[in-house]
């Protein structure tokens, strides 16, 4: 997240549907990884890219791959 380059707390809500069922979920997730569902008993999956965060010079994680 955008709080990993500038070394800020920062954090985005996420709408999006689970693949499974096709039911909303909404959670928030941070900067620190740390995140709150919305829907009780969903254990939604979430990746950090594995970037080296104090070396990345690139606009942004696309030129990275």
């Not at 709080?3 to 985005?12: C, S, V």
């Not at 997730?29 to 990345?56: L, N, T």
Request: aromatic share 10%; net charge negative.
């Amino acid at each position: 997240m955008q709080g990993r380059l500038t070394d800020r707390l920062t954090q985005a809500t996420i709408d999006t549907v689970c693949a499974h069922c096709d039911e909303p979920i909404r959670f928030t997730a941070d900067s620190e990884m740390r995140y709150e569902i919305e829907r009780a008993g969903s254990k939604p999956m979430f990746f950090e890219p594995q970037i080296d965060w104090p070396r990345f010079r690139e606009p942004n994680i696309i030129h990275a791959y």
